[in-house]
């Protein structure tokens, strides 16, 4: 990798866009960010053009690092180069402010999406959740679920998985009772299926090993809540 531009140019070889990216989400993951901004100054330097995935990447990969400043002036020269942001963006953004600490940032870009007008996807719904989650503030991401719909972003079965990892991993007993109540409002029945996808998840990021799986036939409010009680 470290040699993959000096080998091209002593090649007469141009790098395209494909390559400077993923020479930058190599660096990135691997958070080497002295190669990866060289790569980076690189390419302005080029007559290639940086594209979206490009920026989502370093705001990905500096949020991963909790290099929130870094993060932040990326989106700066972002919006500097006249480049509009995707919702990959703000997930990206989203997400490096709740790994950041920074929940209310978060929750001001998803606002901000909302009464702008923009098209909200649900996985960006899913990315502030899953940042009140990660934070411990159940409670909230709850309150944000049961609003989801009035403000357009009906959930889906991937909210509902990571809803019930966070909240069995949590041991908020009421919280699964009022999620799968919630469920069942929306015609969302759980299987076999869900359940092993949810804790099966939740084990493999460090949750209890003993997280119930409600037996067949007995996934009701209820008997989820005397599960998580045994």
Known sequence: MESVLSHMKSDQCK??????????????????????????????RSKEKP???????MIVNYGKARLKDKAESVFKKMADMRYAPSFITYESLIMMYGICDCVSKARDIFDD?????????????????????MNGLHVEAHILLENARSIGVPPNSSTYKLLYRAYTKATMKDLVQKLLKHMDEDGIIPNKRFFVDALG?????GARSDSPIPPKGSSSPQNVAKTLEE
Do not use: H, R
Request: glycine fraction near 4%; proline fraction near 3%.
């Open 15 to 44: 790098p395209d866009i494909i390559t400077f990216n993923l020479l930058i989400d190599s660096y990135g993951k691997k958070q080497d960010f002295e190669k990866m901004e060289q790569v980076f100054e690189s390419l302005l």
């Open 201 to 205: 998840a939740s084990k493999s990021s």
């Open 51 to 57: 594209t979206l995935p490009t920026f989502n990447s």
């Open 113 to 133: 999406m909302v009464e702008s007008g923009k098209e909200v996807k649900v996985s960006t719904l899913n990315a502030v959740l899953s940042v009140y989650c």
